[in-house]
């Protein structure tokens, strides 16, 4: 199993530009989410799926949308890239909501300049 | 919501010696609380967790303590090696999705 796996891995975008992060588990997970790291901030809740066709709100939506036509895909879409997107994004998928270990790809670094 | 504070936000250790890192959260209804180490360019991974029916759950040299009327709960990490330099990240949740800590930047000095 591959895990989840994130593309790309570093990207630079210009001010409002927009982009797809890719994110895809090979682990049948039901639920999926897209989580932002800034230094010294923790992981902050984008966005949110329990399972396919289903998608919710966390902490921090704004300037982002998500879609989960499949379980196996949560891409997450940038629009009109704003310098306070620059971040981290890291892509988790966990078998059931929070009592089943979450796993993490390896993060998108994404620079908006 | 729930609101998780870790302290401290950074720790110096020496080699062999202990470190603790400690967490408070607020939703009395959060029943899951784990923890997950982050090395450098990489996600965060899950070391040890801890669920509400527990108060102490430990893994070689890594143990967890919850005390859940004052909603707090701490990691533990004996004998530590170089190799657990790292941040690392508390979280609580349990019916709703995970709210994290802001991490703890761990540095183990040989």
């Known amino acids: 199993n591959a895990g989840v796996t994130q593309t790309p891995k570093f990207r630079i975008l210009k001010i409002g530009q927009s982009m797809t992060l890719q994110c895809a588990q090979d682990?049948?997970?039901?639920?999926m989410y897209w989580y932002r790291q800034d230094p010294g901030m923790g992981l902050k809740l984008i966005y949110y799926?329990?399972?396919?066709?289903?998608?919710d709100k966390g902490e921090v939506p704004n300037g982002y949308n998500v879609s989960r036509s499949t379980t196996e895909d949560f891409p997450l879409r940038l629009e009109l890239a704003a310098p306070s997107q620059t971040s981290v994004y890291f892509c988790?998928?966990?078998?059931?909501?929070?009592?089943?270990?979450?796993?993490f790809g390896e993060g998108s670094w994404l620079t908006v300049v | 919501g729930e609101n998780v504070e870790q302290h401290p936000s950074t720790l110096s250790v020496q080699e062999g010696d202990s470190a603790v890192i400690k967490c408070t959260y607020s939703?009395?209804?959060?029943?899951?609380f784990p923890w997950y180490k982050q090395e450098l360019g990489k996600g965060p991974q899950l070391i040890i967790d801890?669920?509400?029916?527990?108060g102490e759950k430990k893994d070689q040299r890594i143990a967890v303590t919850l005390n859940k009327t004052a909603k707090h709960f701490s990691l533990h990490i004996t004998e530590t090696q170089p190799e657990d330099s790292a941040v690392y990240f508390c979280?609580?949740?349990?019916?709703?999705?995970?709210?994290f800590g802001k991490g703890t930047r761990l540095s183990v000095i040989a």
């Open positions: 979280a609580a949740g349990g019916n709703t999705p995970l709210v």
């Open positions: 988790a998928s966990t078998h059931d909501r929070g009592r089943n270990t979450i796993y």
């Open positions: 799926s329990v399972g396919a066709g289903i998608t």
């Open positions: 682990m049948n997970h039901n639920y």
């Open positions: 801890i669920r509400s029916n527990v």
């Open positions: 939703d009395s209804a959060s029943n899951y």
